[in-house]
């Protein structure tokens, strides 16, 4: 059955990293919400933290858009797929608008042209006037083939720093400015290693957390012209429709429950991993290995990425939580540790001169890294695994800021063998135990087919 998106649609993307546009675009959708309208969000790239604000603004899974990792079609399926039923999406980018792994590919102008999306582009206006002007021409003229209809001035000092920009953005470039945003510190969010801090910690830990995030609101409604941009969105192109290959209904998982730990700990999910298990007839239970005693009776366990490093006293400290988990592994359940998840599954983490005993399951531990990695990774499954098949290709990214410190002398087997991308070690990555396989790589069911349908089909076969 052919899938249309007509609701109107709009990209913001930034002239560089730290352009603003992730606070901006959360004002945005928090502003179009309280206009009553459905507002559907995505994320150019593989990131998890912006997404989790969108979806706490929107009440609509925020879906990842990635031209490297996937193919057109599929980035045309994931957005006709999420923006069914919305009066409205909004995309925002990553980085500056025309970085990419290479050239194009992997950007937010590629994206922007696969969906014909009208774009506005935020600007960082700290310190230049005129310079805007230039600035934003450049842009427009650098590829003719993205739709650049408006711009957001942001971090402006003072009404006349905007109002000399403005004049001369709209006399060079000749493009509108639909918003200017002054330099306030109510503009910014609280962050950490990895960027900003999760919504669901933000919630728990960081006192007037919603405040700051309505505050930030009322600033981009005071700031941006909202009606001109949805006028905007309303202009942009009807997209063809699409016939399903990805969010197709299936039995494999029918009758299976996916065990998925999902709190303050673990949140780095994508939506479409978790509903394709749910579209193969299989029951996602969410667990905590903060807060549960146990686990549930399950047939699979999923412990995705996120801040255990963070948690690490209040995961060691739950002593019933980590047998449960020993029971579980001892039982052969499959078991899929990713990132963070498999610090949890190794057996201690040491992070800022604390180390905290961990689950046990891995022959190694967890340790501060010496620099951020962030990166996408391909290769082949070296054996077969919960994953797939030996020779099967696989791709995703990493984003970490951890290294893992096998034990010496352990007899460890990798499932995954990196043709790019560090892994754990020199290019491996997925350690294997059994039933168990954790690895620094995270998958998007877009990007590796494989995922989720051999972990159900390793859920059955240990049922049956």
């Known amino acids: 059955m052919e899938m249309r998106a007509d609701c109107p649609r709009i990209l913001l993307a930034g002239d560089r990293s730290s352009s603003g546009k992730t606070t901006i675009v959360a004002g945005l959708l928090s502003a179009l919400r309280d206009r009553g309208l459905e507002v559907q969000p995505f994320k150019v790239a593989m990131d998890y933290i912006d997404p989790s604000y969108h979806t706490w603004i929107t009440g609509r899974s925020c879906r990842n858009l990635d031209g490297y ?3 057109e079609a599929a980035v045309r399926e ?5 923006a069914q ?3 409205v999406a909004v995309i925002e980018g990553v980085r500056g608008l025309y970085e990419g792994y290479d050239g194009d590919l992997g950007s937010t102008a590629q994206i922007a042209k696969m969906l014909q999306m009208p774009v506005i582009l935020v600007v960082d206006a700290r310190s230049i006037t005129r310079s805007c002007a230039a600035l934003v021409k450049g842009y427009m003229d650098y ?4 739709n650049l209809r408006g711009v957001i001035l942001n971090k402006v000092g003072s009404a006349r720093h905007a109002d000399k920009a403005v004049k001369e953005i709209e006399r060079y470039a000749k493009v509108e400015v639909v918003g200017t945003i002054r330099r306030n510190e109510e503009m910014y969010l609280a962050m950490r290693h990895l960027g900003l801090v999760p919504v669901l910690e933000g919630k728990t830990r960081h006192e007037g957390f919603k405040e700051r995030v309505d505050r930030i609101r009322q600033i981009v409604e005071e700031g941006l012209d909202l009606d001109r941009i949805q006028e905007i969105a309303r202009e942009a192109e009807p997209l063809p429709g699409i016939e399903p290959e990805h969010y197709l209904k299936n039995d494999s998982g029918r009758g299976l429950s996916i065990g998925v730990a999902q709190d303050e700990a673990f949140n780095f999910y994508y939506r479409d991993n978790l509903e394709l298990m749910e579209l193969a007839g299989a029951r996602v239970v969410p667990f905590s290995p903060v807060h549960d005693s146990s686990l549930p009776e399950v047939d699979g366990i999923y412990i995705g990425g996120g801040y255990p490093e963070i948690y690490a006293r209040e995961l060691s400290e739950n002593k019933s939580f980590l047998h449960s988990l020993q029971r579980a592994h001892q039982r052969d359940i499959p078991i899929f540790g990713e990132c963070g998840g498999m ?3 190794s057996e201690e983490i040491e992070w800022d001169e604390e180390s905290n005993q961990m689950a046990g399951l891995i022959p190694g531990r967890a340790k501060r890294g010496s620099k951020r990695i962030v990166s996408y990774v391909h290769g082949h499954l070296a054996r077969d695994s919960i ?3 030996e020779g099967e290709y696989i791709m995703g990214h ?3 800021h951890s290294e893992m410190q096998i034990d010496q002398g352990a007899d460890v087997q990798y499932a ?3 043709e790019r991308g560090a892994g754990i070690t020199n290019g491996l990555d997925g350690i294997q135990m059994g039933n168990l396989l954790a690895c620094y790589s995270h998958i998007h069911s877009a990007s590796y087919r494989g995922f989720p349908a051999h972990f159900l089909r390793a859920c059955r076969d240990l049922r049956q």
């Open 69 to 71: 990792l996937m193919k």
């Open 78 to 82: 994931i957005y006709a797929h999420a």
């Open 85 to 87: 039923g919305a009066d």
């Open 143 to 146: 590829d003719p083939a993205v």
């Open 343 to 345: 610090l949890y599954l």
């Open 387 to 389: 994953l797939g098949e």
């Open 398 to 400: 990493e984003f970490h």
């Open 416 to 418: 995954i063998r990196l």
